[in-house]
């Protein structure tokens, strides 16, 4: 579904006009706290970023969403489910990440609750989270994922949460 309303979001299917946002939020190094590749360093890398995103769309019809509060104009984060090979096996990745000023109010939470719930029945769900990320492992378990394995991922240990 590309435009999903939660009680406080609006989540769409992500434009080109999102770039800046993504690029903002991406190159923040307080998003990248667990991110082994660390924040994205040019301009370029999130427009990739953003084509490999807008291509799920085009070609799956499904990716990930930028997620605005309602009435509001700023992107505060961009998250929902992505095709991914995982161990050889296809599955739906479970993915967020948030601007800081959008941390510890629940957002997170919503987009996994709304992620899952249009996810179900299409496949595998799974959040790969660094094993260090306790704000993400938390989410993650509060919209009743369960941890199955670690993995080596990104060089860095990393929990694998199944739906």
Known sequence: ???????????????????????????????????????????????????????????????????????????????GLRHSVLDGNEVLNLYYRFRPSAWGQGYALELAEAALRLGKGLGTIVAVIRDVNVPSRRVAERVGMRKDRTIPYGGVPSDVYVA
């Open 1 to 79: 579904m590309e435009v999903v309303q939660t009680a406080r979001m609006l989540l769409y299917r992500v434009t080109v006009h999102d770039l800046a946002s993504v690029h903002e939020i991406h190159s923040d190094p307080r998003t990248n706290v667990y991110n082994p590749a660390g924040p994205t360093l040019g301009l370029e890398s999130s427009r990739a970023m953003l084509d490999l995103w807008l291509a799920d769309w085009d070609e799956r019809g499904l990716g990930y969403w930028a997620a605005r509060p309602l009435g509001e104009p700023q992107v505060l984060g961009f998250g």
